[in-house]
C-alpha cells in the first residue's frame, strides 16, 4: 500500500503529527496519527514522494528533514488551505486539505528557510520584543511619576531626565516608597537597553559577512536591521518576475476590488511580512525627513500626494531596487554588470 502513495499531507503539531497519504489519482490510501519521535521513522521508510505541510512554528525544521531524507517537500500558507477543509476542524481534516491543496496547479507555496535564515530572524525577533518591553518600561515610568505631578519632555530618548530624578535622594517630590519600587523599572530599563544594544552588534557582524547585505545598505533608507532582515526573510529574486512582483509580495501595492469589467483600487493590501514593510516604510520616513526637499522628484512626489501616501510610495521604490540589487548585482547607483536598473 505504501508503495502507492504519491502525496501526503502531514498536519504538525507540538505532539501528535497526522498523516493522510493519497495515490496518483487522489484517492486516500492512509491515514495514520504519528507521536513526534515516530515521524522521522516513518519518513525514512516511506518512497520518495510529495510531503505537503502548512507554513507555521516549526514547520521549515520538519521541511528541511524531510527534504533531506530526499522526499519533494512543499509548505503552504494557512489561509490558502482552509477552503478544502470539507468539515469541521480537526487534525484529520487538516490533514486531508493539506494533501488536496498541494496538487492544485495554481497554489501558491512558501519557500523553506534554511538554518542561517532562521539564526538571523530570531535576532530580530528578540530584538522586536525587547523594544516593545522598554516601550513599556517608558510608559511605565511616565505613567506612575504623572501621579505625583512629575512630568517629562516627550521623546523616548529623553527618559534619562525621568529616571535622574528617581535616582536622586534629595529629590523631595517623590515619596520614598515610589522611589524604591520605581527604581526596579530603572533597572530594568537599563537592561533592556544593554540587551538591545548587543544584538545590534550581533548584527553588525551578520552584515559584515555578508556581501548582500552591504550592497542593500547602500540604498537611501536601508540600513542594518533593514538589510539583515530582508536578505534573510525574502525568497530567490528569480522567484519575482519583475520589481513591482516584489512589492507586491510585501503589500506595498494597492488592493484591488474589480468586477463588472470596471477596476477599483484602494489602499495597500498589507499582504505578505508585515515587519519588512514596516522597516521599508520605516526607512522611507527617514528619506522624506532629510532628503525630502533636496530631491527634486522627492519634493513634487510630496506636493501632490499625502504624506502617508507618498511614504509608502517611496517604500515601493525601494523595494524595487531592492529587487533589482539582488537579482542583477551592484549596488545603488551602479548596476551590476548586465544590468539595466534605473535607481532614479
Not at 35 to 61: D, I, Q, Y
Not at 245 to 274: E, N, Y
Not at 318 to 333: D, K, P, S
Amino acid at each position: 500500500m505504501e508503495a502507492r502513495v504519491s502525496v501526503v499531507g502531514l498536519d504538525i503539531a507540538k505532539s501528535v503529527f497526522q498523516v493522510h497519504a493519497a495515490d496518483a489519482d487522489g484517492n486516500a490510501v492512509m491515514r495514520r496519527k504519528l507521536k513526534r519521535e515516530e515521524v522521522e521513522t516513518f519518513f525514512r521508510k516511506l518512497p520518495s514522494c510529495l510531503v505537503a505541510l502548512e507554513a507555521c512554528p516549526g514547520s521549515h525544521f520538519w521541511a528541511r528533514l524531510l527534504r533531506d531524507i530526499g522526499h519533494d517537500v512543499r509548505l503552504l500558507p494557512a489561509q490558502y488551505v482552509r477552503p478544502y477543509v470539507k468539515t469541521n476542524k480537526n487534525d484529520a481534516a487538516d490533514a486531508e486539505a493539506i494533501c488536496e491543496a498541494v496538487t492544485r496547479p495554481t497554489m501558491r507555496f512558501v519557500p523553506i528557510k534554511e538554518e542561517i535564515q532562521q539564526e538571523v530572524l530570531v535576532l530580530h525577533r528578540v530584538r522586536e520584543m525587547l523594544i516593545r518591553q522598554r516601550t513599556q518600561l517608558i510608559n511605565s515610568i511616565r505613567g506612575h511619576l504623572t501621579e505625583f505631578g512629575i512630568v517629562g519632555p516627550n521623546r523616548a530618548h529623553k527618559i534619562g531626565l525621568l529616571t535622574k530624578l528617581i535616582e536622586d535622594d534629595e529629590y523631595d517630590e517623590l515619596p520614598a516608597v515610589a522611589r524604591h519600587a520605581l527604581r526596579y523599572l530603572v533597572e530594568q530599563l537599563r537592561e533592556v537597553k544593554s540587551k538591545l544594544f548587543r544584538i545590534d552588534r550581533d548584527l553588525m557582524k551578520v552584515v559584515k559577512g555578508s556581501d548582500a547585505c552591504r550592497r542593500l545598505m547602500t540604498i537611501p533608507g536601508v540600513g542594518i536591521v533593514t538589510a539583515t532582515a530582508l536578505v534573510s526573510s525574502m525568497r530567490e529574486p528569480s522567484d519575482f518576475k519583475s520589481g513591482r512582483h516584489f512589492a507586491a509580495w510585501l503589500g506595498l501595492v494597492p488592493r484591488q476590488h474589480s468586477t463588472g469589467g470596471k477596476d477599483s483600487l484602494g489602499g495597500i493590501s498589507k499582504r505578505g511580512d508585515g515587519y519588512l514593510r514596516r522597516l521599508l516604510i520605516h526607512g522611507s520616513r527617514s528619506i522624506m525627513r532629510w532628503r525630502g526637499r533636496s530631491w527634486t522628484w522627492l519634493a513634487k512626489l510630496r506636493d501632490r500626494r499625502p504624506a502617508n501616501v507618498a511614504v509608502v510610495a517611496v517604500a515601493n521604490k525601494t523595494a524595487r531596487i531592492v529587487w533589482a540589487l539582488l537579482m542583477f548585482g551592484g549596488t545603488y547607483g551602479h548596476p551590476g554588470e548586465g544590468a539595466t536598473m534605473r535607481t532614479a
